[in-house]
């Protein structure tokens, strides 16, 4: 990870945090924030490894994203062994490599924030992290106490989006978030949903509170959210970001013996696997797809995908 990445994000709680007090890298963390993303030249590494069709824009601030993240349920909720570990942050260095930003996590996902931290300390290069992780209790006070665990293992400081997580004791987070937000401690606000789950209570969410982001379940075997959510999403400037795009890796093994359709090849696909995230990332109101993987060469391969030019509004047709 670079230099400018360390000295902003990682968490100075160690060198400063412990000598100044939590307001003191509250007010650091926010000093610290204007030197990144945009304006940075990690920002210039991301749009040299993409193609430039795949830098989507976060519609509430109209901040460039490469469309491709990571997701680490599961995958990245390893045990605290060396061997283990060090595999996984060769997966997290090839994301970086190839251009990915957004890596999604979760109080919820057992040792994947630490696993993350682990893993931004090990990589080298250039980074563009954008760090996504959520809120995940019943009770409202202890939101607070998991923001904060989160930004600890992460080493990162802002998170710069954090959800509701399957929208948990909704209401209550999204209040403390907006605070957060305003006083700059994160950056983005939104709520996540999975499995075509509660779709009513999150239309209704969306049309009467301010988001930046949703995020939900949206793939080639599961379209629901087209119909209504996510041009629901558009017409309010929320930001889209589509998980299970492999529906838990079913989806590549379901059309393994399947041929590759002739139009995916013609758009430079090589795999099912490139082809089923293509289909979600050229959908123009999705900005970020988060597939998850445990392997460097499934991570090579999805990542690939960011190579590719996206396909115009007729072509993108023929895959419906
Ligand atoms: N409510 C929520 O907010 C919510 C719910 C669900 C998920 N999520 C987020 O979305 C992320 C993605 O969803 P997901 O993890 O459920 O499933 P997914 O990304 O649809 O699928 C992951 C599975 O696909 C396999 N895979 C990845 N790349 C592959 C490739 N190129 N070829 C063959 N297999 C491949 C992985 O196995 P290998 O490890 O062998 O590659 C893994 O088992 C999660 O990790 C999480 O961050 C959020």
């Not at 490469?66 to 090839?94: C, H, P, Y």
């Not at 605070?179 to 994160?186: C, F, L, N, V």
């Not at 445990?294 to 509004?313: C, F, G, K, Y």
Request: hydrophobic share 40%; glycine share 6%; net charge neutral.
């Amino acid at each position: 990870m670079s230099n400018r990445v360390k000295n902003r994000r990682l968490i100075l709680k160690s060198a400063v945090a412990s000598a100044l007090g939590a307001s003191a890298i509250s007010s650091y963390a926010a000093d610290a924030t204007d030197c990144y993303p945009s304006k940075s030249p990690s920002r210039q590494a991301v749009t040299d490894k993409v193609h430039p069709s795949q830098i989507k824009s976060i519609p509430s601030t109209k901040e460039h994203i490469s469309s491709i993240g990571m997701g680490t349920w599961i995958t990245f909720d390893v045990a605290n062994n060396k061997t283990i570990r060090d595999q996984r942050s060769e997966v997290l260095q090839t994301f970086f490599d190839q251009g990915g930003q957004m890596i999604d996590s979760s109080p919820m996902y057992g040792n994947a924030e630490a696993m993350i931290g682990y893993g931004l300390k090990k990589t080298s290069g250039d980074c563009a992290l954008f760090a996504a992780s959520k809120i995940w209790t019943p009770v409202t006070f202890d939101g607070i106490s998991q923001m904060r665990n989160s930004e600890a293992l992460w080493g990162v400081e802002p998170i710069d989006l954090m959800y509701v997580h399957n929208l948990v004791n909704w209401e209550e987070h999204l209040s403390q978030l907006a605070e957060w937000k305003q006083s700059g401690r994160i950056r983005y606000l939104g709520v996540s949903t999975s499995h075509g789950r509660r779709h009513d209570q999150l239309e209704q969410i969306l049309k009467t509170k301010k988001l930046d982001f949703i995020q939900l379940t949206y793939n080639y075997d599961n379209r629901v959210a087209q119909e209504r959510l996510i041009p629901i999403a558009r017409d309010n400037g929320v930001a889209v970001v589509v998980n299970r795009p492999f529906e838990r890796g079913f989806l590549v093994e379901k059309y393994k013996d399947t041929p590759l359709p002739g139009i995916a090849k013609e758009m430079g696909c090589k795999t099912w696997a490139q082809f089923l995230l293509l289909f979600i990332v050229s959908h123009p109101d999705v900005t970020v797809a988060i597939p998850a993987t445990s392997r460097v060469d499934h991570m090579r391969e999805n990542m690939a995908v960011l190579q590719i030019e996206l396909p115009d509004t007729q072509t993108r047709e023929q895959l419906l």
